[in-house]
């Protein structure tokens, strides 16, 4: 066949083979033409953000920019003896020109990272900056005996390397000892372990609220004639095109001590004092409740709307009582509904922001408020970074579980 | 809440500010509020007079990732800018703003001498005190330990939302003496001291992060004291509110004046920072906000009346301490960390 084939000739004298191989080509061409708009967009916008984002979690290029020739050095040094005459010499004219280029700020910063108070020895050693030349480790060593002991140059060894560890640890309250050990941060220090608990548990807490909201919603929806279910949809998207801070805010109007809420609880003479409604984690869950719904019920409804009540009522026709019809026929057939919706709520929510800022009290943020925090107010990008990059992976986690039990249960359903 | 709303505010403003800056004019950013509107009569609108250029004024509330992310993508749209000490040793250190030509800005040793530095121009002394609301307390607190002291004085009390400051203010209440905080607080166990302190009052705390939250606070009462800048307290005094301070324990700090790397009007903007710092100007500044001067003459053309509310005026020092610069370049960003960590935590 494939002989047979070769031997086709067209009119012109191609074979047909290559006559098809071409036009084959130049097909694929065209859909690639077709589909290299949307290839470029989602790699710079998508892509090349997050990859940098990720990489900037382990980026290392501090002392590398600032002490070119102290970080060459040390590259074959042991970590058990203090380091020889040329470290010294090339810490100081490392320091020499880095002083001149201002490029010694970061370096001094990401010293102090790994040994709190080092930057103030740098600082020490760059006004008191002795000759190059015979001695110079001595004559280090005179201006802060610091420079005598170990623990600050393997600080320095390992913030010389490319790339790093150290915010990735940091993020799940570890680091690495001066044995090159992992290890977990005093209790005290250890911060970002509870924030990540934190996290998962307001965005679990959201979804079930929205769930349980939502269900009924959405089966509301779903069943009503079209007159009211219209109308209600409505009312469902209206908040939906509304502005997440204007909703958030509004929030605030209503259940601050002297809101709208507590205005009217004393008036109906329920409660003598005001009740902390908001700036607590009851008003986290409140705003972040309403403000996800709609991607809980949109889900749920478009589930819903596909299936036929023939199923309940044959169902109840044959005897069953109508919960039970309810709960064994309906409601299996919206699991699929139900997953979507919640995965949804549960990635939205472990990335929410503005919420919690503006209607938490300080116990009541989430990751995403030290993502901030680190990026605007210490400037410590290595460490938004690595936040972000941790949240990241565990919303891909979350999604490759959900696919794995989506799968599965297609599977049972088709058997 | 009003921070929060800030917050909103904040982003909105930020955008408005993007989009309005042109080349010509002088951007001139501070920390906003009744000490902006002081630099308004005292500093910008007389410059604008001069004929030398037009002060575009904006606010920030000190965040340096923006100057930071101005000047690596070299797009810069800020010129002459208020920085705290710390933030001003360590932006200089990274290289985010320009050296200053000290002799274009006028004797040197007119100045407090902390006012002159490689980067930065001092512009005034502020302090941050213990207020409270002389109508709905009943016995006038006196020092930081009566702040503690929820027994004798019941209500909440408002603080700074950070390590700087606070931690001060807690040692200070601990008994420590003014003169040895930062001795003590350059150790691990007086940071452990400072925060067993703060752990008393965690419940009672409302944490204020904008300046004009305070008095607001204080009027409404919401809280029964707080920390509050004192030239804030004095604008709300002015308003008529019954608001005090007391300058016992009290942390006084300079602002500063920096031009960002890299500003385009870099000529005009050490212009601007010479006009303002003259005499005549700071004169001006502190009769609008009491904030001491750090040009010597300003403080002698004062009218004595003015600058016995001045955190500079000798009786007001008596118990005060300065901020250490060198203490929170040093601490300041593992201690905001940790400080934060701690504010988060049940």
Known sequence: MNEAAASLVADDGVPLKLKLRRAERAHKLKSVAMIAPLFLFLLLSFVLPIGTLMYRSVDNPELHRALPQTVAALAGWDTQALPDEPVFAALVRDLRKAQEESTLGLASRRLNYEISGFSSLLTKLVRKLPPEGAGV??????????????????????????????????????????????????????????????????ALIVTLWALALGFPVAYLLATLPSGPSNLLMILVLLPFWTSLLVRTAAWIVLLQSGGILNGAMIGLGLIAEPLQLVFNRFGVYVAMVHILLPFMILPLYSVMKGISPAYVRAAVSLGAHPFLAFWRVYVPQTIAGVAAGCLLVFILAIGYYITPALVGGPDDQMVSYFVAFFTNRTINWGMASALGTLLLIATLVLYAVYGKLASSDANKARR | MNHRIQLLALAVSAALAAGAVQAADLTVISFGGASQKAQDAAFYKPFDKTGAGRVLPGEYNGEMAKVKAMVETNNISWDVLEVEGPELVRGCAEGLFEKLDWSQLGDKSKFVPEAVSECGAGIFVWSTALAYNAEKLAKAPTSWADFWNVKDFPGKRGLRKGAKYTLEFALLADGVKPADVYKVLGTKEGIERAFKKLDELKPHIQWWEAGAQPPQWLAAGDVVMSSAYNGRIAAAQKEGKKLEVVWNGSIYDLDHWTIIKGSKNKDMAMKFIAFANRAENQKVFAENIPYGPTNNDATKLLDPKVASGLPTAPENLVGALATSTEFWVEKGEELEERFNAWAAAK
């Open chain 1, 137 to 202: 480790r001595d004559a280090v060593i005179a201006v802060d005996e610091r420079w005598g002991q170990l623990t600050y140059w393997r600080a320095i060894a390992r913030a010389g390397t490319p790339l790093t560890s150290f915010y990735l640890l940091k993020a799940v309250d570890h680091r690495v000892n001066e044995a090159g050990d992992i290890e977990s941060v005093p209790a005290n220090e250890a911060a970002y372990v509870t924030v990540f608990g934190r996290t998962f548990w307001i």
